[in-house]
């Protein structure tokens, strides 16, 4: 019988994980009516923002889960090739 596996994967940049405090940030929203501005240097907008990435992956995570889909979380500091490899690939 044939079998199909399927995988998310997801490709961040760290910036998105963590903004630097270098000055402020537009980030763009397909749900949003208006693009949403952050001063990066603000620790409170800071904080602010990580709280709500790490909310949004923690959901991200379960969603995946429930449907018995594994995510595999790249960054753009890694070789991609190597990162969206399956390590349990089986040889065909």
């Keep these: 019988a044939a079998r ?3 995988q998310a994967s997801q490709i961040l940049d760290p910036v998105e994980q963590r903004l630097p405090a270098t000055g402020d940030f537009l980030i763009e929203d397909a749900t949003a009516a208006q693009p949403l501005r952050i001063d990066g240097r603000d620790a409170q907008q800071q904080d602010r923002y990580a709280q709500r990435f790490a909310e949004r992956q923690t959901r991200l995570h379960d969603c ?3 449907c018995g889909i594994p995510l595999r979380i790249c960054t ?3 070789d991609l090739e190597t990162c969206l490899v399956p390590t349990d690939a089986a040889a065909d």
Excluded: G, I, K, R
């Design 4 to 6: 199909h596996s399927v």
């Design 76 to 78: 753009t500091q890694q």
């Design 64 to 66: 995946f889960t429930a």
